[in-house]
């Protein structure tokens, strides 16, 4: 069975006369998942419009057509749990088997897969990826504590080991100068990635309780992550290594988790600490914050989305096992 929940909410930042109210900052719709309590997370929009994601508790990637509330799914093996999907240069769907030591191509046409093997001894969890201009897929493995590369014409993967202990690479980033970018969310510390050689640079943030989860980069090249721990919003100046920083509405109990920026170099991301969760937005032309609307579901907790420019709209997964579209405005 199909189901629509649509949310339409609108939390102007400032209580003001009506006559002058704000405009919202977005509006918020959800689709059920038909498929219960599968962690439906980190969706990505395909070249037709279609909505991408995977069930990391039920081990599927699926497709959502935003027009007709249509799903699709394509099982996976028992235990791969996928943990991310994004979109190819080639159009087909690549997502990180992080529970079976593997990276996966899924043909959209067909639904063939290919697997492709990382190493169990220092890349057993594949995490995160993020495709770079030459075609080479970037991904972080959390838990064993390494940054790879994958080749995806010959199936080679590279690793370079964080050399901080247990850092936990986390989101990644691919800046528009080619270089990946790495949340180290066990540490303080954000990691550059030179392309060519996989030499790791570590960049510590100023306040040492801080634990970057995910990354966004806007046209300038800055580098900009959400504190998850102590809820502050930050930027990075690759050139400098500067760090500014900027405490979240939600203070230090804001727990900010998914984060992408827009097509005009607004930064957004999710309170995941409060119940509902809350889309949060930042103008760094202004240096201001910008309410936005909760999740109707609640939200659980929104772990990761992407920004589609094509639809204008954020678009993200969340643990009360719906999809969502938050349409900026």
Do not use: C
Request: charged content about 20%; proline content about 9%.
């Amino acid at each position: 069975m199909r189901t629509l929940l649509a949310a339409v909410l609108t939390l102007p930042f400032l209580l003001v006369p009506e006559a002058h109210a704000q405009p919202a900052a977005a509006t918020i719709t959800e689709w059920a998942v038909p498929w219960p309590e599968s962690r439906p997370r980190d969706p990505v929009v395909d070249a037709q419009g279609r909505v991408w994601f995977v069930g990391q508790r039920s081990h599927y990637v699926a497709r959502l057509d935003p027009e007709t509330g249509g799903f699709q799914r394509f099982d996976l093996k028992d235990g791969d749990g996928p943990h991310n999907v994004i979109v190819g240069p080639d159009g087909a769907l690549w997502y990180a088997g992080n529970t079976a030591a593997h990276i996966g191509r899924l043909d959209p046409a067909t639904g063939a897969i290919t697997r492709f093997p990382t190493p169990e001894d220092r890349a057993r969890d594949p995490h995160t990826l993020s495709f770079d201009a030459a075609g080479r897929l970037w991904f972080t493995a959390q838990g064993a504590n390494h940054v790879g590369r994958l080749d995806p014409a010959t199936g080679e993967v590279e690793l370079a080991a964080v050399p901080t202990e247990r850092a936990r690479p986390y989101g990644i980033v691919v800046a528009p100068d080619g270089t990946p970018w790495v949340a180290a969310f066990g540490t303080n510390k954000l990691v550059a990635v030179d392309p060519q050689t996989l030499a790791l640079r570590e960049y510590a943030l100023p306040r040492e309780n801080a634990r970057p989860r995910r990354l966004a980069v806007t046209t300038d090249g800055a580098v900009w992550y959400v504190d998850y721990a102590g809820g502050h919003l930050g930027r990075l100046d690759p050139a400098t290594g500067d760090v500014e920083e900027w405490v979240m509405p939600g203070g230090e109990g804001a727990r900010p988790y998914a984060m992408a920026a827009d097509d005009r170099d607004r930064l957004w991301f999710f309170e995941t600490g409060a119940t509902p969760n809350r889309l949060v937005g930042f103008d760094p032309a202004t240096a201001s914050f910008i309410e936005g609307p909760t999740v109707e579901s609640g939200g659980g907790t929104v772990r990761h989305m992407v920004f589609d420019p094509a639809s204008g709209a954020l678009w993200f997964g969340t643990d009360t096992n719906t999809i969502g579209r938050a349409v900026l405005h």
